[in-house]
């Protein structure tokens, strides 16, 4: 019998695979299917759905699940963001290593078509202060927060479905916590201020411009330093 063999996950997907327990799980844009044969393995979930929008990772995906052995397990799907997914399989959702407007794309498209996730867990590679934004728009509250190392800084979040006002962001600076996760700013977490530094040197060099938006965020990033030392850190 041929020895399974699964995709080795980096320190982003690990951080993903750490905010995902549940019996079906469906990942969006799978690719190599890394991150659902993680899952099954590691028993965090019962099931997946692994969806595909093009040909040829769908295919990667298929010999993936093979390698692993988890055909019994894995159901694969050729179609774009929530589409292929069935009612029941809105229960945990992730979607990783996209651009947050795509995200957001595949997310509205699935509202347009009354499919909105139970739970999510994002990852995107630009930023994630307007999935944040979209979140508390949508009545998803912020459950949990990563941020994993890599070529940049990887931002992770869980979302749930939630009622009322995200006490997440309470007693924090709005567009602080919204751009750069109330979690992250209430632990300090260690990589936040290597973010929040890049950003600064990016957007003073941007400075000269005067763009309004250039502006509103060099503030909001100064804003972040100036907490995290006000408060201790
Ligand atoms: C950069 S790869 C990310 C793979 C994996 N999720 C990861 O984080 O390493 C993006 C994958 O998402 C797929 N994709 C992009 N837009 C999609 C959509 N709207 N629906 C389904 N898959 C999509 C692409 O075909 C590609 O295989």
Do not use: C
């Not at 099954?40 to 298929?62: D, F, N, S, Y």
């Amino acid at each position: 019998m041929t020895p399974a063999v699964f995709p080795p996950l980096d320190a982003r997907l690990e951080a993903v695979a750490n905010l995902i327990r549940a019996p079906l799980h469906a990942d969006i844009g799978s690719d190599h299917a890394a991150l659902p044969l993680a899952l099954l393995h590691r028993q965090r979930v019962e099931r997946v759905v692994i969806v595909e929008k093009t040909a040829g990772p769908l295919e990667v995906a298929r010999q993936a699940v093979s390698l692993a052995g988890l055909e019994d397990r894995a159901t694969l799907r050729r179609g774009d963001g929530l589409d292929p997914l069935l009612p029941r399989e809105l229960e945990s959702v992730s979607i990783t290593g996209l651009g947050q407007r795509t995200m957001l794309g595949i997310l509205e498209r699935g509202l347009g078509a009354g499919k909105q996730p139970e739970t999510l867990v994002v990852q995107p590679n630009d930023g994630a202060g307007l999935l944040r934004a979209w979140a508390t728009g949508h009545g998803y509250w912020l459950v949990a927060e990563a941020l994993a190392p890599g070529f940049w800084r990887y931002p992770v979040l869980r979302l749930e479905q939630a009622g009322g006002p995200d006490p997440a962001y309470q007693g924090l600076p709005e567009a602080a916590a919204s751009v750069y996760g109330p979690h992250l700013l209430r632990q300090r977490h260690p990589l936040l201020v290597q973010e929040v530094q890049a950003q600064l040197r990016r957007l003073e060099g941007l400075e000269r411009h005067a763009r309004p938006q250039i502006l509103s965020d060099l503030a909001t990033a100064r804003s972040v330093l100036a907490w995290l030392e006000s408060s201790g850190g």
